[in-house]
């Protein structure tokens, strides 16, 4: 009992000084005198060749999210065999055709998120989902693709594109996708 009272002193006292140092006053600042005003001259800036062309900076900045846009629609999601992470024929070539707008927009950087079927633990399937998206990050870097560019993600069994539970589903899940990012 007699230790709670001290511990609750403390405590009392530990906020009573932060408050105070808190709640301190600072030192007013002292006023610089007042400087005599300086003329300056502004130069009037010409347009600029964008804006001649009808073009706003500002469209111009919209047009790099649309252009990222129009490369992410483009990227093809690959499959994979139950537990497996091994790059089958078919994800190959989708890999290429990838791999290609990839190389044709150096601005565009992708994250690659691997996907798994909901049977496995959650701790199995995220591990599988990483090593599906480590696959397919490597085989773009293989065929070019700078390793920068990429990054990879795992959402095991938490993002299904399929809710069923057949092997249809199943099969749909199991996947890699591929966003554009900036």
Not at 94 to 109: E, F, M, R, S, T
Request: hydrophobic fraction near 45%.
């Amino acid at each position: 009992m007699k230790k709670v009272v001290v511990m609750q002193w403390i405590a009392v006292v530990a906020l009573c000084s932060l408050l105070a140092v808190g709640c301190a006053k600072k030192p007013a600042a002292q006023q610089a005198p007042a400087e005599a005003p300086v003329e300056t001259k502004v130069a009037v800036e010409q347009p600029t060749a964008v804006a001649d062309q009808g073009v706003s900076e500002s469209s111009v900045k919209e047009q790099v999210p649309a252009d990222i846009e129009a490369v992410a629609r483009q990227l093809q999601r690959i499959h994979f065999d139950f537990d497996q992470f091994s790059l089958s024929a078919q994800a190959r070539d989708i890999l290429a055709a990838n791999a290609a707008l990839l190389q044709a927009n150096p601005g565009v950087k992708v994250r690659i998120e691997g996907h798994c079927d909901e049977r496995g633990s959650d701790e199995y399937n995220l591990a599988l989902g990483e090593r599906r998206a480590i696959a397919a990050r490597d085989y773009l870097v293989s065929l070019g693709v700078a390793a920068d560019r990429i990054s990879t993600i795992s959402y095991g069994e938490e993002m299904p594109l399929d809710p069923a539970s057949n092997e249809a589903a199943w099969a749909k899940n199991r996947r890699d996708e591929f966003k554009a990012v900036r």
